[in-house]
């Protein structure tokens, strides 16, 4: 895929075809940002780049080299990501071999690590030399949401950048291109995706406006009367481990939105624009520091999920804290 073909993310993207062309590139980045937004895909189209026989600073998408990354099976790009969670020292090692062998087809060596934030410590201690010092004509890519999950040692050998998550209208076009949804649908699923196109691309509309719906009855018209039926409620809603992030991603971004809206009251800066009434409802109902209470509740939950707490006990916690605020 060509450079031109991805839509947004035009200073990351000039960013990396400078460098190629001025011949200096970096050797290693960080790309860290919202999960779904692009950030695997400008890695691998940077990769294409670097070894597509047009030698332009671009990926022609069609020689070789390029229809063999994009395949992921490159003699000279090596691909890493979490297996079970976790990235291991074992598998950080077998990225330092393949990268010490000069590049088979003359081009550059390419390790794209996408999930770094889940190196073990070993690991991520492991990689620390090939981070400061890697062979010639070598380059690291580390992919992860958020950048302060790593070492300071690992950051420090990176250069950064962020990828901030898409407009409407970007992801709108995203969806018209590669799903040939019609209109309508698009612009739905594109105020639903909360600026990632990945979460747009692999959604159902009448699923992810259900699970919304979900969230919206969850934080604020649930019918529990007491402690026992928070219990009730949240043992019900903790069984779905699956789709519990998700759950909880839809509710936070309501509660940004409530918290937004108490502070402009402008629809422009809403995420869920079709539930306006519903938003401005609650915002009634919650004072603005509750509304953010609310919202630090669920992401503290999502968090410590992500650390593998008990998500009923995790669930049990937030909806207390939930009726408290309110």
């Known amino acids: 895929m060509p450079f031109s073909d991805i839509l947004g ?11 190629i062309l001025s011949q200096s ?62 990235i291991r020292i074992e598998e ?50 580390l992919i992860c949401p958020n950048h302060l999950s790593l070492l300071p040692t690992i950051l420090s050998r990176c250069q950064t950048i962020r990828f901030s998550p898409l407009q409407d209208a970007e992801i709108q ?12 649908t698009a612009d739905s699923l594109a105020a639903l995706a909360d600026g990632s196109p990945g979460l747009a691309l692999s959604m159902d509309l009448d ?3 259900e699970t919304r719906n979900e969230a919206f009855d969850l934080i604020f018209n ?13 043992k019900k809603t903790s069984g779905f481990k699956e789709t519990l992030p998700e759950l909880l991603g839809r509710m936070m971004v309501i509660a940004r939105d409530v ?7 402008n629809k422009a800066y809403i995420k869920n624009k079709d539930a306006l009434p519903r938003i401005a409802d609650i915002a009634k109902r919650l004072t603005p520091a509750a509304s953010l209470k609310v919202f630090d509740a669920i992401s503290e939950t999502l968090a410590s999920l992500k650390w593998h707490a008990n998500p009923q006990l995790a669930m049990d916690h937030l ?8």
């Not at 909806?319 to 309110?326: K, M, V």
């Open 207 to 209: 699923t992810a406006r």
């Open 319 to 326: 909806l207390i804290q939930i009726r408290t605020a309110a």
């Open 9 to 19: 993310h035009e200073r990351q993207v000039s960013l990396l075809r400078n460098a």
């Open 92 to 141: 950080i090692r077998a990225v330092q071999n393949a990268l010490a062998y000069k590049a088979f087809e003359g081009g550059w060596k390419v390790a794209i690590v996408d999930g770094c934030g889940e190196m073990s410590v070993g690991a991520a201690n492991a990689f620390l030399k090939t981070l400061e010092e890697p062979p010639g004509n070598t380059t690291i890519i």
């Open 25 to 86: 590139v970096s050797h290693a980045y960080l790309f860290y940002g919202q999960a779904g937004v692009g950030k695997k895909l400008v890695a691998d189209t940077f990769a294409q780049a670097l070894n597509c026989e047009a030698e332009d600073g671009d990926s022609c998408g069609q020689c070789r080299s390029c229809r063999n990354i994009q395949k992921g099976n490159h003699p000279d790009v090596v691909f890493l990501q979490p297996e079970e969670g976790y």
């Open 222 to 234: 649930n019918d529990a009367q007491d402690v026992v039926d928070l219990f009730s409620l949240s």
């Open 173 to 184: 076009d995203i969806l018209l291109r590669e799903r040939e949804l019609d209109l309508e």
């Open 259 to 265: 918290a937004v809206w108490h502070a402009t009251e």
